[in-house]
Nanobody
């Protein structure tokens, strides 16, 4: 059983940076694709970025060139480096596998970008 705990969120001004971490209690190496998702107030949860075990990357158009996903299988941790943040990046950020496992959802970490 894998449990995921997100951290690293906070309040930042537009143009700033944050690094999110997703720590897994289990072995994420067994999960081929890990992803970051976000949900803004009043909106559906959306996929932000994914990274496969072999290093294949995907980014949503809205974050391409600004966000970088990485994973450290030895530490069972997935990261999301977020640069050049915009107010529209404000959301609760979650990690999960892709496709999602509903039993993997954690509480997320709040990211608030002020203009």
């Amino acid at each position: 059983q894998v449990q995921l705990v997100e951290s690293g969120g906070g309040l930042v001004q537009a143009g700033g940076s944050l690094r999110l971490s997703c720590a897994a209690s289990g072995n994420i190496f067994s999960i081929n694709v890990m992803g970051w998702y976000r949900q803004a107030p009043g909106k559906q949860r959306e996929l932000v970025a994914t990274m496969s075990r072999s290093g294949i990357l995907y980014y949503a158009d809205s974050v391409k060139g600004r966000f970088t996903i990485s994973r450290d299988n030895a530490k069972n941790t997935v990261y999301l480096q977020m640069n050049s943040l915009k107010p529209e990046d404000t959301a609760v950020y979650y990690c999960n596998s892709w496709p999602v496992r509903y039993d993997y959802w954690g509480q997320g970490t709040q990211v608030t970008v002020s203009s």
